[in-house]
């Protein structure tokens, strides 16, 4: 999975058949910005209102031998970094009692997230993940101090394995 920023090289160079004299070329890259070049390097940034992931499409045109013109356009899928924190202090005091997953809103959801201890039984389970475990167990039960691990898969089949150390 490619995270920003993401240098893309486009070489034309290497589809053309021989013969062939470009007179003129455009590419555009989705986020306002274009190049004239044959074989431009484009830096895609994360903007304040990407999402994730963020799909641009990119369009090059191109006018060669005779005014005969021609062009393609491709897609590329771009995300920002994911990182799943791995400690919890469901403790009541105000602070980091409730598991919250940085930047979940931009997942491609709905996510199932699922808690399981040390043994493999599932502790918590959610199928559509809101940042809303605050360390309570299946049943209401308290789940105790210490190391359980973690399965998040959302709907376009990103997922997420971990470990996450709860310390009250």
């Known amino acids: ?26 590419w555009t890259f989705g ?58 202090t469901p403790n009541g005091d105000g602070q980091n009692d409730i598991f919250e997953i940085p930047g979940y809103y931009k997942l491609g959801g709905p996510c199932q997230f699922v808690i399981h201890d040390r043994w493999g039984n599932i502790i918590y389970q959610s199928l559509n993940y809101t940042n809303d475990w605050d360390g309570t167990g299946v049943g209401g039960i308290t789940a105790t101090p210490g190391l359980y691990y973690y399965t998040l898969g959302c709907s376009d089949n990103n997922s997420w394995t971990g470990w996450i150390r709860l310390i009250r």
């Open 1 to 26: 999975m490619n995270c920003y920023p993401v240098d893309i090289y486009f070489d034309l160079n290497q589809n053309l058949p021989a013969g062939i004299n470009i007179t003129n070329i455009n």
């Open 31 to 88: 986020d306002g910005s274009n190049s004239n070049e044959l074989a431009p390097m484009h830096t895609f940034e994360r903007s304040q209102d990407s999402t994730y992931p963020a799909k641009y499409q990119i369009a090059m045109n191109l006018t060669y031998s005779n005014s005969c013109e021609n062009g393609d356009t491709i897609y590329v899928d771009v995300c920002e970094q994911f990182v799943l924190p791995n400690v919890f």
